[in-house]
């Protein structure tokens, strides 16, 4: 398998070289952050003339680093390797095996020639941490499974095939090491069960196991389906499960967001621009794991191409909403406010995209229920209608844009066309 080369992230860590911040970088275990950093990063840093004995690259879950999991050990080792007024680059994956790394981090960031980056697994070390762990002087770097765009570059086989892969197994990039169907699907159900599952458990001191995972079983089930936690809770009852509260399903769901198994949505009103507090929509941040929750029993393309799109506008730094647009109309003499929905509303900075995922657009009444909400709209921005099938760019008479998935997902600039 060749090395996958992470650009994306890559340059998010060069654009913050030296910025004064502890550079933090999470997201979901196994998707690549410690390679990220102790291979890509590091070789990077060589390359521009970093001498490698300023670069400080300590694994802390390695048996052979153990003593320094002692933060005073670990204060000392790196003080004592940092004499010189030159820059260092202090790499620490798995901080979280340090008792009070916080202060040991902010200890160490006031030291003007000390450059540090860290990462750390799930269970002790979430983004919502961030915030209160260093004061405002984290600087986090969000890393994500693969993309289409990263699996195909290390993918043996056309990209149909690739597509068929991506959207069935995930894109954590030890599926690409996997030869056998057998092997990645054990892969990823002892990943979510030994590692996701227990790490959840274990934080957040979870009792009624049964509960997380009835409750992540639902939300799976009905991916990309607006929901709010009082409706999970009224799931359970109707299927016969007792009653648990929607606080404890809301706990819960906010524990699995943590984890970043699974992404929140929420809804914006277009033209009212505001948000709405509910329903919204939850996606998998690995549709691989989702499937092998399931036991790869429901494989709904459509609703997995859905979460794909969503992810890849992750990862290329958009926030991402469900947005919904609001008109009236006239029904047996009475007027009635109707409510259409956006699949995406995607933002960043002055850029604004709307776009519509469709399986497929048969005909010209599929084409008007697609376009019905985007034409809605009243600004200028672009939209778009992505569908499944190969098909060349074109727009419609409204000058909505209709384009393929994969032409979307391998293009990194495939929305500014």
């Known amino acids: 398998m060749n090395t996958i080369q992470r650009n994306i992230y890559l340059n998010r860590l060069i654009d913050r070289r030296?910025?004064?911040?502890?550079?933090?970088?999470?997201?979901?275990?196994?998707?690549?952050?410690?390679?990220?950093?102790?291979?890509?990063?590091?070789?990077?840093?060589?390359?521009?003339?970093?001498?490698?004995?300023?670069?400080?690259?300590?694994?802390?879950?390695?048996e052979s680093y153990e003593e320094l999991k002692d933060k005073t050990k670990l204060r000392e080792f790196i003080c004592n390797r940092t004499k010189d007024s030159g820059m260092y680059y202090i790499f620490l994956d798995e901080i979280q095996l340090v008792k009070g790394f916080e202060g040991l981090l902010n200890g160490l960031n006031r030291n003007t020639n000390l450059d540090i980056y860290v990462t750390g697994s799930n269970s002790k070390?979430?983004?919502?941490?961030?915030?209160?762990?260093?004061?405002?002087?984290?600087?986090?770097?969000?890393?994500?499974?693969?993309?289409?765009?990263?699996?195909?570059?290390?993918?043996?086989?056309?990209?149909?095939?690739?597509?068929?892969?991506?959207?069935?197994?995930?894109?954590?990039?030890?599926?690409l090491s996997l030869k056998r169907k057998e092997q990645k699907a054990n892969y990823l159900k002892t990943l979510f069960q030994k590692v996701y599952m227990s790490d959840i458990v274990d934080r957040n001191n979870i009792r009624d196991i049964d509960v997380l995972e009835r409750l992540l079983q639902f939300t799976a089930s009905a991916l990309g389906s607006l929901t709010n936690p009082l409706k999970l809770a009224n799931t359970?009852?109707?299927?016969?499960?007792?009653r648990v509260s929607d606080n404890t399903v809301r706990f819960y769901l906010q524990c699995l967001e943590d984890a970043f198994v699974i992404e929140k949505a929420l809804q914006y009103n277009v033209k009212g621009k505001k948000y709405l507090s509910t329903p919204f929509k939850y996606y998998f941040t690995d549709v691989g794991l989702r499937?092998?929750?399931?036991?790869?029993?429901?494989?709904?393309?459509?609703?997995?191409?859905?979460?794909?799109?969503?992810?890849?506008?992750?990862?290329?730094?958009?926030?991402?909403?469900?947005?919904?647009v609001e008109h009236n109309i006239n029904q047996n003499g009475k007027k009635i406010r109707k409510r259409l929905e956006i699949d995406f509303v995607c933002n960043q900075g002055s850029e604004r995209y709307y776009l519509q995922s469709a399986f497929a657009i048969p005909d010209q009444e599929k084409l008007k229920q697609e376009q019905e909400s985007l034409i809605r709209i009243e600004d200028s921005f672009k939209k778009f209608?992505?569908?499944?099938?190969?098909?060349?760019?074109w727009r419609t008479e409204q000058g909505i844009t209709v384009m393929g998935i994969k032409d979307f997902l391998l293009n990194q600039n495939s929305l500014k066309v």
């Open 291 to 324: 499937n092998a929750f399931l036991n790869f029993r429901q494989y709904e393309e459509t609703h997995l191409m859905e979460n794909i799109i969503y992810n890849e506008l992750l990862i290329r730094g958009y926030s991402v909403d469900v947005g919904i």
């Open 125 to 175: 070390f979430l983004s919502s941490d961030i915030i209160t762990e260093f004061r405002g002087r984290g600087d986090e770097v969000r890393v994500y499974p693969l993309s289409f765009s990263e699996f195909c570059s290390s993918f043996e086989g056309n990209e149909n095939e690739a597509w068929k892969e991506f959207s069935l197994y995930g894109s954590l990039p030890m599926i």
């Open 236 to 242: 359970f009852q109707s299927l016969g499960y007792g």
């Open 18 to 62: 030296e910025n004064g911040m502890i550079k933090v970088i999470t997201g979901i275990r196994r998707c690549g952050k410690s390679f990220l950093l102790f291979n890509l990063y590091y070789q990077y840093l060589l390359k521009i003339g970093v001498d490698a004995s300023h670069i400080l690259a300590i694994p802390l879950d390695d």
């Open 385 to 393: 209608i992505i569908v499944r099938e190969d098909t060349p760019l």
